[in-house]
């Protein structure tokens, strides 16, 4: 049977033998609190034959659909099969391991799980390629995810894990943190483009200016974040302190303005350097040709030089906003909000699952940032690229 | 016409263009000609101030051009470059209708203009006026760069080796059709190239440049046939020289009574055309046609006559 080795799909083959080692690795973990370390449960036993049978079933049963190069629809599928077998297995599951155990005892997903979970999402993501969705089918996807995700969260089928027991105990400091997080991120994004964008536009016609400006931003980037959320305390607690009325608009050492300042130096070398180098790409002929035709120096910035820079300009905003939500978790630390409150408690705590339910809905939305910047990079690049 | 008075560019203290002074007539087609390096290049910019001159001026129609505001003397001179320049994000329609946008014709104006220019370049609007530049072939790039540059019925177009990105064959096609568009329009052409063939073919006058220097202005016979140096004797290629200057005269020119067998030129070919029919059928006389009917003949004693006649 020839046919069927050629169809096989390199990429789920490779799941397959992955989830099936993932298997083998502990499902979940049961502890007797919040602080200790756990006992990790493989898959089949986490409960009774009635729930892991069907569980494991489908977990294997996913992996397999996912074998067939050419069949991508039903590959897809099984990237939902293995999902909700996941779903299955811990939902129902989590509630009998805490019968048997004690009062303060937790249960949470372990390794073998969050390896399975990466398996199926990689296979979803791998059919989906195959599938070709065009920038707004690619949105509805993300969207359409997004909505399982809150539904299954919202339903209360896994309110007996221990990372949503700790959110259920701060639900209000986490929308709150949300919050901060989102402001600290987008805040910064937008603050470095109102500067960045001038700047890059003057960079692009001053030469000097440029050589100036980019090594010093360049420089910035280097700085460990630790050490520049650091850096920021002494500088704007001696702001704060020195300078009238700075402490009444909320500036000094700690909080949210040395974080927000922090993440807007982080910001300005994808932005400004990538004005620059969008400006820069406009082929030199059309601008001959502009500036031959009596376009003066700004019709020709409007009309030429950004429209064709925007895709290289919009993916420098890209690199910012991730970079962000994933640099914003680091001012929990010196008291800036955000998730990264969560992750810096759970680290002085000990308490593993409080540090996930700071990591967890960061990953969620810098991924989710990346997806819409991404679709909307390919919508300003629609343009044919021009032929030699 | 357009007057260039002593014009002179100076880089450090290289004189890039050496106090050149040229008049132009309002409908020809003037070609500048030179080796790179030769200033041709930044000659054409000063005209429409691309590059300020050092010394010297430039008079349209009688008008300093120093007295205009650069950009919105651009926008009176149409401006074709080599690899034609358009707009990759634009349509072809917002190519050619670039200019017009510019000095705020109105939406119906340019559309018609837009139309009106693409028939003009054997271009159906219908099929290409929604087009992207990169979904066109090089030939109608060129076409549309040419047709953006006339937009707006300058009064002068320059061109900077507006064919010099194209193959041979489309590259021979493009200048019929732009000494066709030329002649109908009767628009003022200033073009540069390295191609001696490309000016003697198009040119009204032929402006040969060498070091910054207008070594000779003349029309093409006389550059030919009387070249000023031996730069311009070399540009023009002496082996050639006779060949050159045969396809610059028509069979009219030396049509005589009698008959001849063979297949009948028409009155309009060159004689380098009639040389190779005559060398190529092995006659020494050809029956020549006007308007489809033979007139008389072409013989071979004739063209080569006129061709050791030099003026």
């Known amino acids: 049977m020839m046919g069927i080795r050629t169809h096989l799909s390199p990429p789920g083959l490779l799941f397959a033998i992955l989830g099936l080692a993932a298997l083998l690795a502990p499902f979940m973990t049961l502890a007797a609190n919040r602080i200790v370390a756990g006992d990790g449960i493989v898959a089949w036993r986490v409960a009774g034959p009635a729930i892991t049978v069907p569980g494991v079933a489908a977990v294997m049963i996913g992996l397999a659909m996912g074998l067939v190069a050419t069949w991508t629809r039903l590959r897809l599928l099984g990237a939902v099969f293995g999902l909700a077998g996941l779903l299955w297995l811990l939902s129902r599951s989590a509630p009998i391991l805490l019968t048997q155990a004690g009062e303060y005892a937790r249960v949470s997903p372990a390794a073998g799980f969050w390896c399975l979970l990466v398996i199926f999402m990689l296979l979803m993501a791998d059919a989906l390629a195959a599938l070709k969705p065009g920038p707004f089918m690619r949105a509805v996807l993300l969207f359409a995810v997004l909505a399982a995700l809150v539904l299954v969260l919202h339903s209360g089928l896994l309110s007996d894990l221990s990372v949503l027991q700790e959110f259920s105990s701060r639900r209000d400091a986490f929308f709150t943190e949300f919050q901060r997080h989102l402001g600290l991120a987008f805040g910064s994004l937008a603050a470095a483009a109102l500067i960045g964008f001038p700047l890059g536009i003057l960079?692009?016609?001053?030469?000097?200016?440029?050589?100036?400006?980019?090594?010093?931003?360049?420089?910035?980037?280097?700085?460990?974040?630790?050490?520049?959320?650091?850096?920021?305390?002494?500088?704007?607690?001696?702001?704060?302190?020195?300078?009238?009325?700075?402490?009444a608009i909320g500036i000094a050492g700690i909080g949210f303005a040395p974080a927000f300042l922090a993440l807007l130096l982080y910001s300005l070398l994808p932005v400004v350097g990538n004005t620059v180098a969008g400006l820069a790409a406009t082929p030199p002929a059309a601008l001959e040709a502009a500036r031959g035709m009596g376009m003066t120096p700004r019709q020709r910035l409007l009309r030429v030089e950004l429209p064709l820079g925007l895709p290289i300009i919009l993916t420098g905003l890209r690199i910012v906003l991730v970079q962000n939500i994933g640099l914003a978790v680091i001012a929990g630390l010196i008291g800036g909000g955000g998730f990264g409150t969560f992750v810096f408690q759970g680290l002085n705590q000990t308490a593993t699952d409080l540090i996930l339910l700071g990591a967890l809905p960061t990953v969620v939305l810098a991924l989710t940032a990346a997806i819409l910047m991404d679709t909307l990079v390919e919508l300003t690049r629609r343009i044919p690229e021009e032929t030699a | 016409m357009i007057e260039i008075d002593q014009i002179t560019k100076t880089y450090g203290t290289v004189n890039a263009v050496d106090a050149v002074s040229m008049t132009v007539e309002t409908g020809s087609i003037t070609v500048i000609v030179g080796t790179s390096g030769s200033g041709k290049t930044t000659l054409l910019r000063m005209i429409n101030r691309l590059e300020e001159p050092t010394s010297g001026e430039v008079r349209i129609n009688g008008t300093s051009t120093s007295t205009v505001k650069p950009h919105l003397l651009r926008r009176r001179i149409g401006y074709a470059i080599q690899g034609h320049g358009l707009f990759p994000h634009h349509t072809v329609a917002r190519n050619i209708g670039a200019v017009p946008e510019l000095l705020k014709w109105s939406r119906d104006e340019i559309n018609a203009r837009v139309d009106e220019l693409l028939a003009l370049f054997s271009m159906d609007p219908a099929e290409f006026r929604d087009r992207f530049p990169a979904e066109l072939s090089g030939g109608q790039q060129q076409r549309v760069g040419v047709a953006r540059a006339l937009a707006s019925r300058p009064d002068l177009l320059l061109m900077d080796e507006p064919f010099g990105a194209l193959d041979p064959i489309i590259r021979t096609r493009a200048q019929e059709d732009l000494r066709h568009i030329q002649r109908k329009l009767g628009s003022t052409i200033m073009l540069v190239t390295h191609d001696m063939e490309e000016a003697i073919s198009l040119g009204d006058r032929v402006a040969v440049m060498d070091g910054g220097k207008l070594v000779q202005y003349a029309p093409p016979a006389e550059i030919i046939s009387r070249p000023a140096t031996d730069f311009v004797a070399n540009m023009v290629g002496d082996v050639e020289r006779p060949l050159r200057l045969l396809s610059l005269i028509s069979v009219a020119e030396i049509i005589e009574p009698g008959e001849a067998d063979g297949e009948a030129l028409p009155e309009t070919a060159s004689l380098r055309d009639a040389l190779s029919a005559c060398l190529w059928t092995g006659c020494d006389a050809l029956p020549a046609t006007r308007g489809g009917t033979v007139v008389g003949r072409v013989t071979l004693k004739a063209i080569r006559a006129r061709a050791g006649a030099h003026e």
């Open chain 1, 203 to 247: 960079c692009h016609h001053r030469a000097g200016l440029q050589g100036a400006t980019l090594p010093v931003l360049s420089f910035l980037q280097t700085i460990p974040s630790l050490a520049m959320f650091g850096l920021m305390i002494p500088i704007l607690g001696w702001v704060g302190n020195t300078v009238p009325g700075a402490q």
